[in-house]
T-cell receptor
Framework: GENVEQHPSTLSVQEGDSAVIKCTYSDSASNYFPWYKQELGKGPQLIIDIRSNVGEKKDQRIAVTLNKTAKHFSLHITETQPEDSAVYFCAAGRNQFYFGTGTSLTVIP | NAGVMQNPRHLVRRRGQEARLRCSPMKGHSHVYWYRQLPEEGLKFMVYLQKENIIDESGMPKERFSAEFPKEGPSILRIQQVVRGDSAAYFC???????????FGPGTRLTVL
């Protein structure tokens, strides 16, 4: 089955700086890579996703890159704001998703 | 357009009782997924269902756990004879089709005393 690893587990940045979270996956059959943001006591919220026929995708301050050869993908958040503080999960798969263990991001005002 | 609905939001059961968790997918979505999240951990896939069919239950324990998604009504995740280790947050997600974006509900937090 798929194995997704995510780093770092915790990340603190100053407001306005960039944050980068990295994930690797093992199953070359995976073709869909979503990123979720989870706030305390809530369900995960899809923030951006990428498919394996695309190398990069951007949505305002959030971007995701995918290197299918190396089997890794990354989330980039620029100009971070305190409201970006949350736990972020990467996932990989086809129908069912396999999640990383999460990155707790703290943006310090 | 309501999102994915889950109820109850919190459920307390004593060891040996049954827990029933309900999930109503987004309007128009016919694919439902159940995940379990232990404290400080990521989400673990349990089961993938379409209307009246279980497509993939490879992540679900073989005993005590079952899931259904009937033609009418919500999807149900049923845990029989609960044990303390079943305490977790259970999330349901739905999608329009397979290999498509999954939208998550707010979860049911199960506590087994």
């Amino acid at each position: 089955g798929e194995n997704v690893e995510q780093h770092p587990s915790t990340l603190s940045v100053q407001e306005g700086d960039s944050a980068v979270i990295k994930c690797t996956y093992s199953d070359s059959a995976s073709n869909y890579f979503p990123w979720y943001k989870q706030e305390l006591g809530k369900g995960p919220q899809l923030i951006i996703d990428i498919r394996s026929n695309v190398g990069e995708k951007k949505d305002q301050r959030i971007a995701v890159t995918l290197n299918k050869t190396a089997k890794h993908f990354s989330l980039h958040i620029t100009e971070t704001q305190p409201e970006d503080s949350a736990v972020y999960f990467c996932a990989a798969g086809r129908n069912q998703f396999y999640f990383g263990t999460g990155t707790s991001l703290t943006v310090i005002p | 357009n309501a999102g994915v609905m889950q109820n109850p939001r919190h459920l307390v059961r004593r060891r040996g009782q049954e827990a029933r968790l309900r999930c109503s997918p987004m309007k128009g979505h016919s694919h439902v997924y159940w995940y379990r999240q232990l404290p400080e951990e990521g989400l673990k896939f349990m089961v993938y269902l379409q209307k009246e069919n279980i497509i993939d239950e490879s992540g679900m324990p073989k005993e005590r756990f079952s899931a259904e998604f009937p033609k009418e009504g919500p999807s149900i995740l049923r845990i029989q004879q609960v044990v303390r280790g079943d305490s977790a947050a259970y999330f349901c997600a739905s999608s329009l089709a397979d290999n498509n974006e999954q939208f998550f509900g707010p979860g049911t937090r199960l506590t087994v005393l």
